[in-house]
């Protein structure tokens, strides 16, 4: 270290990511007494703190689950496959963000203004159609998948293409295993679109979602809170805790005003969220065995819920995207495998790691290789998989485990004091606490207060090694371009134009949308036309964000 | 007062992604300059704010491929509009050295905001405040 380095050392103020001091090393009485309930029980044991499962990954390995996706339908097809036979067990579709998230059509004028763009961070599917190509060859009644549909307004649609594709196949809905996202994280806070319908239809699509996968997939995981899209947008690791709570509790309230499903029924379909990893090993691994135990003992208390099934939260997690660099990317392997051995030691049961090369594009097919590799050697390599919860019982896991508990319910209290979750989304309070921390972490970069390898500091790189980033291909636009026309030409318009009348009615109405939906996406109508008939049904949400 | 430089921030990327061209926006204005946020904006409206915002320097956040950027820099140029360009965000490095052929100063993930505010100030001809 040179001398400023070991002057910045010296000087260091040791905490958490999140901000929580640390001594510099724990015993017992630094675990508040309350907490010993929650620790001295055992894995797969109400409140779950230790884990989901008694015997851990010795009973079932966690998923390997990579976001994939880019070009025309067939290209992401292509690399599904790729990531599935090199070990992947689950797939998740990404589809084009230009269209998809805006709900247009490849000849709206807004897509037509930024051609080159589309494709390049998922695949273009604009009828089920495109869906059915996307899903060519991959054994969907056996392989659990993630049908795309991140966005909220975009989820029904991507839900009822990849359940027409289902159906179509003659496979019976009941059995089907997937998910979905509909996430309001990625939506209103992390990846604000130019369009969206507002928060309250956005509620009404998620809940009516709940209720059809209730009904119709009882396999299916029809919501999946992502609060990662909140804490890769600047929320910390008890801020995350707290506000994918205060998400819960919508979703939840919402089905208990409807008396539509039972809470057992609706504390299923929300009780599979995923959370953000970063580079803090311990206080993520923590943050996951504290997220466990607020789970239950918010179903307990707060809705009076009995079944410990659904009280047992299943964690999916993605490591984070922003902790990866554009300098030295090769470095990012290391930090793939680092925070990904923080979701092992916090017992998650699906896990992403970014693609290398996450600063620089969409992953390659190496990159991707490499992500499956590094949780193929933490699950085969590493000997972690045989002991659940190896962090249980340390005084500082414990006390930190805690600590993250208590702050998360803090924030989880200021949220609703705030008016709730919704509220703060439509506020823009919450934007203005990621963006608190987005700038206090930038000025400790640039104070020299936070080191990063290869960025702030060890910045000589001798690779032999040019990672130059993903380019994708070039045809997307051209080739939806044509599909559309194709589709105009050869649907059956009668039958669509019925479809989409009936789904106007139904958004109008206050009947639950999907049944409506699955009718449209069969009579081939287009995501635009649907996009069209949300804006005109719901309007357009406010953003509230004013940079 | 009078003279304090104007800085257009534009995303040329139907991508929701805002985190990096809001800290820019922030950083930009705490150093002395005045930042016009258009947000999603397509080519002709990069050129037209440029116009009618009378900027020194346009930021151009590319969450995309970079053929967009491209075109607007072309238009501004068609338009005769000679400020300088910078840009941010996920850029490959093919694509940087594309944008930088055209002129444009890339800064990717990973640059400090401290550099980004002093190549402002040199591309806008604005010296540099005593205190940030």
């Known amino acids: 270290m040179s001398d400023s380095g070991q002057e910045r050392w010296s000087k260091k103020q040791w905490k958490t990511f999140s901000g929580i001091p640390l001594k510099s090393h724990y015993g017992p009485e630094d675990v508040p007494e309350a907490h010993r309930h929650g620790s001295g029980s055992s894995p797969g044991q109400a409140p779950f703190l230790r884990g989901a499962y008694p015997k851990g990954y010795r009973t079932k390995p966690w998923r390997i689950f990579q976001l994939s996706g880019f070009g025309k339908p067939e290209d992401e097809n292509e690399r599904i496959k790729f990531l599935l036979s090199h070990g992947e067990t689950g797939f998740l579709m990404e589809h084009d963000r230009n269209t998809a998230d805006h709900m247009y059509n490849v000849d709206h004028p807004d897509v037509v203004a930024r051609r080159e763009d ?27 998948g993630h049908a795309g549909g991140a966005v909220v307004q975009h989820a029904p649609f991507a839900l009822a293409g990849y359940w027409t594709v289902a159906r179509q196949r003659g496979l019976d809905l009941e059995r089907l295993p997937g998910t979905g996202q509909s996430d309001f994280f990625l939506t209103y806070l992390g990846c604000v679109t ?11 699509f998620n809940v009516d979602i709940m209720e059809f996968c209730d009904q119709y997939l009882p396999r299916w995981v029809p919501v999946s809170i992502a609060a990662y899209n909140g804490a890769d947008t600047g929320l910390n690791a008890y801020q995350e805790l707290g506000v994918l709570f205060a998400n819960a509790v919508e979703y939840l309230d919402e089905a208990q005003r409807r008396g539509s499903m039972s809470m057992e029924a609706a504390a299923r379909a929300v009780g599979g969220v995923s959370f953000r990893l970063t580079l803090d090993v311990i206080e993520e691994a923590c943050k996951l065995r504290a997220a466990r135990k607020m789970w239950y003992d918010l179903l307990a208390e707060r809705y009076g819920v009995t079944n410990e099934k659904v009280m047992n939260l299943r964690i999916h997690c993605v490591t984070s995207g922003s902790m990866m660099t554009y300098q030295q990317p090769l470095n990012n392997i290391v930090r793939g495998t680092l925070m ?33 590799r590094i949780q193929q050697i933490l699950q085969h390599e590493s000997n972690l998989c045989a002991v659940v919860d190896p962090l249980g019982g340390s005084h500082y896991a414990e006390a930190l485990t805690a600590e993250l508990i208590e702050r998360a319910w803090e924030f989880f209290e200021e949220i609703q004091e705030s008016g709730g979750f919704l509220a703060c989304l439509d ?31 060890f910045t000589h790189d001798d690779t032999p090694f040019e990672i130059d980033g993903f380019t994708g291909v070039d045809d997307a636009f051209e080739v939806a371009t044509e599909r559309l026309q194709e589709l105009w030409r050869t649907r059956d318009g009668k039958a669509a134009g019925a479809a989409l009348r009936n789904l106007e009615k139904t958004c109008r109405s206050d009947a639950n949308i999907m049944p409506a939906m699955m009718e449209a996406l069969d009579a081939e109508v287009t995501l635009g036309e649907i996009g069209d008939c949300f804006r005109e049904v719901f309007g357009d949400w406010d953003t509230p964000i004013t940079a | 007062m009078s003279n304090q430089r104007r800085i257009l921030l534009a995303k040329t990327a139907l991508d929701g992604h805002w985190r990096g061209v809001s800290v820019v926006a922030r950083a930009l204005r705490d150093a002395g300059f005045e930042v016009v946020m258009i947000g999603m904006a397509n080519v002709d409206e990069i050129v037209q704010a440029a116009i009618d915002e009378d900027v020194d320097l346009i930021g151009l956040s590319v969450g995309g491929h970079v053929q967009v950027a491209e075109r607007a820099v072309a238009a501004l140029r068609d338009e005769g509009i000679e400020k300088p360009v910078f840009a941010g965000g996920v850029i490959p490095p093919h694509a940087k050295r594309r944008l930088e052929g055209k002129g444009v100063e890339v800064y990717p993930p990973g640059s400090q905001l401290p550099d980004i505010v002093a190549a402002a100030e040199r591309l806008t001809g604005k010296a540099p405040t005593t205190e940030a």
């Open chain 1, 118 to 144: 589309v494709g390049l961070t998922g695949a273009v599917m604009q009828s089920v159609r495109d869906i059915r190509i996307c899903l060519d060859g991959i054994p969907i009644e056996s392989t659990y």
């Open chain 1, 194 to 204: 130019k369009q969206q319908v507002p928060t309250g239809p956005g509620l009404r």
């Open chain 1, 340 to 372: 990904g051995l923080a979701g092992v030691l916090g017992g998650v049961q699906s896990l992403g790691v970014s693609g290398y090369d996450e600063a620089l594009s969409v992953p390659s097919e190496h990159a991707h290789q490499m992500s499956v």
């Open chain 1, 427 to 457: 506020s823009g309070w919450l934007h203005a606490r990621a963006h608190e921390n987005q700038n206090a972490d930038l000025d400790a970069q640039a104070s020299g207060e936070r080191t990063i390898v290869g960025v702030t500091d």
